[in-house]
């Protein structure tokens, strides 16, 4: 057991050496060297063997290295760092406020700050360590970081092909950036889910309605259909119940690795939309009938659409698309050139059989419709004359219970 003057001397040797804080205990505690020469140990009455009278030991006052404050009690002070002199000492509660002034002002994402970690002198991290933050201000750090993922998912959503080229643009972005925690989480759950679209066959591309708006769609990607082919009918499925396609059916008058394009033969357009056209218009010859072909460049409240297609039976008049009916070489005529083939055909004396104008037209990329007729989204058969001048209330029904009609 230690004696009581020794416990005082102890104790009175600790106010000599500066305080450290210890951040795995969260306090303040003595550092384990002398910082200057102690004070006398013996005090006066003691017993221990040549103690001398103890007498009184001035020492230079310290200094905070912040607020500059003097003291003679270095107790009042920690020394954060490895620096020495003038630099050593500074009050926790300056070197706090300073902590939390610094990470104010960061400009990082997640709100951090070297400075409120090491010393800029000695470059050594301070033993008291940088407060947390406040929580709305990790919030909207944590919301930052989220955006910014977000953002670079959208990025790699947005572009069509292969996912190794979107996976390498969101590393490099990763790299380039000095957030972390939530940014890269999110980045590459958006990647693992791409990569596991693409497996699947699904894609997000860009595309354009019919208003013009750009958007994003989800589109299914498969491989080549054997049969499908200009000439041939799609015919909607139950699944397309509640879209536009409702009990539609399509003749699909170009096909290509770059895409296919037809038109809905079962919506006629509402007679009021063709009050844009003047008395004299081709448009308004009594011999045209005129449906709704799509919804890419489809007609608004007050404007024309800006895509239509005329359908027609002359093959002297030819057109840009010939599509085979009946399987049998005869042929039906789709041009984009709407008005002025609609002009010619109505004042030349010709007798069409199939006259018809379709105000916008229904489109699809590069393998979504091999992907949609794989998803059971359509069925389809090869197109008749007759069927293209069928009445359009009756004719999903009629196809959908024909023997002729293929689903996969």
Same mark, same amino acid.
């Given at each position: 057991?230690?004696?009581?003057? =020794? ?29 200057? @020469? ?20 001035? =020492? ?6 912040? $607020? ?11 020394? *954060?760092? /490895? $620096?020495?002199?003038?630099? @050593? ?43 947390? +933050?406040?929580?709305?201000?990790? !919030?909207? /750090? ?19 092909? *292969? ?5 390498? !643009? ?65 015919? %909607? ?14 003749? !699909? ?41 799509? +919804? ?20 002297? !008049? ?64 090869? %197109? ?18 024909? *023997? ?5």
């Amino acid at each position: 057991m230690r004696s009581g003057t =020794a416990h005082l001397l102890e104790n009175r040797a600790a106010l000599c050496f500066p305080r450290r804080y210890d951040s795995r205990r969260g306090s303040i505690i003595q550092h384990t060297t002398m910082t200057q @020469q102690p004070m006398p140990a013996v005090l006066e009455g003691s017993t221990v063997p040549g103690a001398k009278k103890a007498e009184k030991v001035s =020492a230079e006052p310290y200094m905070c290295r912040i $607020c500059f404050e003097e003291t003679e009690e270095v107790s009042e002070l920690v020394a *954060p760092c /490895s $620096c020495i002199g003038t630099q @050593q000492y500074v009050h926790f509660k300056c070197l706090r406020t300073w902590q939390e002034r610094v990470l104010a002002s960061s400009g990082r994402a997640d709100g951090s700050d070297d400075r409120a970690v090491m010393c800029s002198v000695c470059r050594t991290k301070y033993s008291v360590p940088p407060p947390h +933050p406040a929580w709305r201000r990790r !919030l909207m /750090s944590s919301l930052r970081s989220f955006g910014g993922a977000l953002c670079i998912g959208l990025i790699a959503f947005g572009l069509t092909g *292969p996912p190794w080229p979107h996976l390498a !643009l969101m590393l490099l972005l990763l790299l380039g950036t000095r957030s972390h925690g939530l940014l890269v989480t999110a980045a590459l759950l958006l990647g693992s889910l791409l990569a596991a679209m693409h497996a699947r066959g699904l894609r997000l591309v860009v595309r354009q309605d019919g208003f013009g708006r750009l958007g994003m769609v989800l589109i299914r990607h498969g491989a080549r259909v054997e049969g499908l082919a200009p000439g041939v009918l799609l015919v %909607a499925s139950e699944e397309l119940h509640n879209t536009m396609f409702r009990q539609s059916v399509v003749l !699909l008058y170009r096909h290509s690795a770059a895409g296919a394009s037809g038109i809905v033969l079962t919506v006629p357009l509402e007679p009021r939309r063709l009050n844009d056209y003047g008395p004299g218009d081709p448009e308004r010859h009594p011999a045209l009938s005129h449906f709704v072909g799509g +919804p890419v460049g489809m007609a608004s409240p007050g404007a024309r659409a800006l895509e239509r297609v005329l359908l027609h039976n002359v093959p002297a !008049l030819g057109a840009a698309f010939a599509v085979p009916v009946n399987g049998t070489g005869q042929q039906v005529f789709v041009s984009e050139q709407a008005s002025e083939m609609a002009r010619e055909l109505t004042s030349g004396g010709w007798q069409p059989r199939v006259l018809r104008m379709y105000h916008g037209i229904a489109s699809w990329a590069e393998g979504q419709l091999e992907g949609e007729v794989r998803g059971g989204s359509w069925g389809f058969c090869p %197109a008749r004359l007759e069927d293209l001048t069928a009445d359009p209330a009756s004719l999903w029904r009629r196809l959908v219970a024909s *023997p002729a009609l293929q689903w996969l």
